[in-house]
């Protein structure tokens, strides 16, 4: 497998390039209008990837995408959730679609909390077999935190509602194996995770099921202590989000 991460790390943002390594057909996840459209044109040519589709996770607040743009140059589908509002032209995604790329698949999940429209991504290699290699979580779970719940809508009774299905879709990612890599789209400080959220870009199942503190609460704790433990969002969030849901940078 073809495995190029992209970061920022002023905003604590990753984006990646994943391809087959035989065919190079492969996927752009989460781009970042920080690093540019034209680096990850020159980075998936560097790598020999025929980049067939530019997905993202869920629509950005804290940041501007590329993803349109990068679509449009590369003229490949912009693919998002479809529950996502989106008005530019993209391909709809949901629950248990599969992406194929040579011999990698993705497997898309949704795991919606942080916004309505978040998905997460299993990638599998049939090369070495069907069990699940890496999961792109997105803003659900993160390194040590989670995503916080409040940025798509700020009605108090949203954010009560949008915690509790956070914490459904993160104990369904549970349901992968302990070796499962964890590549999310934040690490550090960024604003869209909590005061736990680790420096480290990426993790395993496994160790977030043993270290991770919201998984080891009940339903009703988890809540209190998500709304609890917010953070001041992002600065000027909804317009960010407003961009990129017109897809005009």
């Known amino acids: ?37 034209e680096a990850y044109v020159l980075a998936a040519q560097d790598a020999g990837v025929d980049v067939t589709m530019v997905v993202e996770t869920h629509v950005h607040a804290d ?21 996502a509002p989106a008005v530019f032209a993209h391909r709809d995604l949901s629950d248990k679609d599969l992406l194929e790329f040579g011999m990698l698949t993705a497997e898309v999940w949704e795991t919606p909390g942080h916004t309505p429209d978040s998905i997460s991504l299993i990638i599998r290699d049939l090369r070495r077999g069907t069990t699940p290699w890496v999961v792109l979580t997105g803003d659900s779970l993160f390194v040590g935190d989670v995503g916080r719940p409040d940025l798509a809508d700020a009605d108090e009774g949203a954010i009560q509602s949008a915690a509790r299905t956070q914490y459904q879709s993160i104990h369904r990612l549970m349901e992968l194996n302990d070796g499962t890599e964890v590549w999310p789209a934040h690490y550090g400080s960024s604003p869209c995770g909590g005061i736990f959220m680790n420096k480290s870009p990426h993790s395993t199942i496994g160790y977030e099921r043993e270290a991770n503190p919201f998984l080891a ?30 897809g005009t940078y």
């Open 1 to 37: 497998m073809i495995w190029l991460t992209m970061h920022n790390p002023e905003l604590g943002c990753s984006s990646y390039v994943i391809a087959d390594e035989v065919t190079g057909q492969g996927l752009i996840v989460d781009p970042l209008a920080a690093v540019g459209t």
């Open 63 to 83: 940041h501007e995408s590329c993803a349109s743009e990068l679509s449009a140059a590369l003229d490949v589908p912009h693919a998002i959730s479809v529950h």
């Open 217 to 246: 609460m009940d339903e009703d704790t988890f809540v209190d202590q998500t709304l609890r433990l917010l953070k001041p969002p992002p600065e000027n969030a909804q317009q960010t989000r407003e961009k990129n849901l017109a």
